[in-house]
């Protein structure tokens, strides 16, 4: 089955840094790569996400990248705000068919921390 | 509209009791998924719906865990015999279709503590 590995487990910036979050994944037939941010006590909510058949996507100030070849995934936060602490989870998910529809394989998380 | 909801929040029971979480997914949402987040760790994938039926049921932990869904909204997950090592925050999402690629949605939780 798919595993997938995230790193950093936590990341420090300073307001108007830039914070860049990796994950590699296993299963070569994943080809849908969700990103959630979980504020604490909250549910996780999809901020941006990105399907094989593309590079790179952008959302303002997120962006996410995919290098399909060496199966690693990125999340780009630029110009980071206190408001964007909160726990970052990868995912991937295949399309390829069989029992395995949907299911979403998550990284371990990162909690990233915005210091104003 | 109104987004996955689950009940109860909190849940709150002594090893070796039976426990029912609900899941109301989002209306006219087909794919319907339970996770498992222990504290600190990621999300753990445990079952998903297609409808009614549950074509994916690899990530339950063992048998004392089960799950249903019927009339393609309103689930179920019971944990028979609790043990502590089943105290985590169990989060069910839904889906507009059971392709891999739609958002999930999710609700709230429950977190289970056994005692």
């Known amino acids: 089955g798919e595993n997938v590995e995230q790193h950093p487990s936590t990341l420090s910036v300073q307001e108007g840094d830039s914070a860049v979050i990796k994950c590699t994944y296993s299963d070569s037939a994943s080809n849908y790569f969700p990103w959630y941010k979980q504020e604490l006590g909250k549910r996780p909510q999809l901020i941006i996400d990105?399907?094989?058949?593309?590079g790179e996507k952008k959302d303002q100030r997120i962006a996410v990248t995919l290098n399909k070849t060496a199966k690693h995934f990125s999340l780009h936060i630029t110009e980071t705000q206190p408001e964007d602490s909160a726990v970052y989870f990868c995912a991937a998910t295949s399309n390829a068919g069989g029992t395995s529809y949907g299911k979403l394989t998550f990284g371990q998380g990162t909690i990233l921390t915005v210091h104003p | 509209g109104a987004g996955v909801s689950q009940s109860p929040s909190n849940k709150v029971t002594e090893k070796g009791k039976d426990v029912e979480l609900r899941c109301d997914p989002i209306?006219?949402?087909?794919?319907l998924y339970w996770y498992r987040q222990s504290l600190g760790q990621g999300l753990e994938f445990l079952i998903y719906?297609?409808?009614?039926?549950?074509?994916?049921k690899s990530g339950l932990p063992s048998d004392r865990f089960s799950a249903e869904r019927t009339g393609g909204s309103v689930s179920t997950l019971t944990i028979q015999r609790t043990q502590q090592e089943d105290s985590a925050v169990y989060l069910c999402?839904?889906?507009?279709?059971?392709?891999?690629?739609?958002?999930?949605?999710f609700g709230p939780g429950t977190r289970l503590t056994v005692l």
């Open positions: 990105i399907r094989s058949n593309v």
């Open positions: 999402a839904s889906s507009f279709r059971e392709f891999g690629q739609s958002e999930q949605f």
């Open positions: 209306s006219g949402h087909t794919a």
């Open positions: 719906f297609q409808g009614n039926s549950a074509p994916d």
